[in-house]
């Protein structure tokens, strides 16, 4: 289900929360900026985004500069909500952890598109995965532990939650042993690298504690304004994409068809179907392309019963899933979890 794409764009906020990280430093940034390509000005407004790749190039220069070895680690600590742009007060309005990451793959575009959020569940672990989309190894490991230490502070400072079961990091630990401490102060928790994967280990069941904080109705407001600021990234991308990214938001709320699809964009049916058909493709096959992607998500990496799987998906009745995924793979949802399901480490 992950889609690895080296283009895509990244948000003002998750720009400044580095560049007020380097500032912290002694560091004058403006320079840093023009040789990066940045306009001063677009950070000025918290909904802009900017190229992935600026922002890639903006930290090949603020990590050498700052002459700090875990400046990515350490500019976590400066997280707030507006750092994940809306998706933080999203998060704050929740009501459990659970909501909250129900919530991150479909809004987190919003933030950006330098990584992609998954959930893996084993023996009542969750592991909050987040697989990092830059391509300089150095950027990279800064990102990641930019990313997971974020997501630990803002939890504990936000949310009210600091119960992390352990941190996983695919990279190395750093060659200085006593930069090992900056990691335990961030985390809290038992931080471990070399792993399978990068991600925040909690036990599944603290994701059903009630968040205090939590407001219903400022909730609904929220969700609105990211829909419709997911609905205006789209709108550089392909009708093929628009498609997918609208069905995501609505396909376990009742069967979608490609009137629905087409009113949400602002375009005929007509219009919608050749717009499709320029590009390959109808607008059935965009349907199961998305259901085949989110089938395979879900028996990879939950436990969701097949009926709840078939919900999820939208359809109707769960035979007409169990006839779907038989056409698509060959196989019986059942046999394909067995088959592929993850098995994570206690």
């Known amino acids: ?21 380097a500032e912290a430093c002694g560091l004058d940034v ?10 001063p000005k677009i950070l000025e407004d918290n909904n802009r985004h900017l190229p992935n790749s600026c922002m890639e ?39 459990t952890l659970r909501m909250v990451q129900a919530k991150i793959p479909i809004y987190e575009k919003i933030v950006g598109d330098m990584g992609v959020t998954s959930f893996e569940t084993a023996h009542g672990v969750v592991l909050q995965r987040w697989q990092c989309l830059f391509t300089d190894p ?11 230490g974020s997501w630990v502070c803002y939890a504990r400072q936000f949310l009210n939650f600091d119960h992390w079961d352990s941190i996983w990091f695919e990279h190395s630990a750093p060659e200085d042993p006593a930069l090992l401490a900056d990691y335990q102060e961030v985390f809290n928790c038992e931080v471990l690298f070399d792993q399978p994967f990068s991600g925040v280990r909690v036990r599944e ?15 609904e407001m929220l969700l609105a304004h990211a829909t ?13 994409d628009q498609v997918k990214n609208i069905l995501r ?12 699809i087409a009113e949400k964009l602002g375009i005929s049916s007509r219009t919608l179907q050749r717009k499709l058909s320029e590009e390959g493709t109808h607008y059935k096959d965009v349907l199961n392309e998305l259901r085949y992607e989110l089938a395979t998500y879900f028996l990879k990496n939950t436990e969701l019963t097949l009926d709840n799987i078939a919900h999820e998906l939208g359809y109707a009745e769960a035979r007409s899933f169990y006839r779907s995924f038989k056409q698509w793979t060959g196989e019986t949802a059942g046999s394909y979890r067995t088959a592929h399901a993850v098995n994570l480490k206690d």
């Open 1 to 21: 289900m992950i889609q690895v794409v080296s283009n895509g764009l990244a948000s003002a906020p998750a720009i400044k929360q580095y560049l007020n990280a």
């Open 30 to 39: 403006q320079p840093l900026l023009a040789e990066a390509g940045i306009d």
């Open 57 to 95: 190039r903006l930290l090949a220069l603020l990590i050498p500069a700052s002459k700090d070895p875990c400046f990515g680690l350490h500019a976590a600590r400066l997280v707030e909500p507006a750092s994940f742009s809306v998706l933080g007060y999203i998060s704050m309005n929740c009501s």
């Open 138 to 148: 150095e950027v990279k490991r800064h990102e990641v532990e930019n990313v997971l």
């Open 205 to 219: 069941s603290l994701l059903d504690e009630v968040l205090p904080q939590a407001n219903a109705e400022l909730l």
């Open 228 to 240: 419709k600021l997911l609905a205006g990234l789209d709108q550089s991308q392909r009708t093929t």
């Open 249 to 260: 938001l609505m396909i376990n709320q009742q069967p979608p068809s490609s009137e629905m």
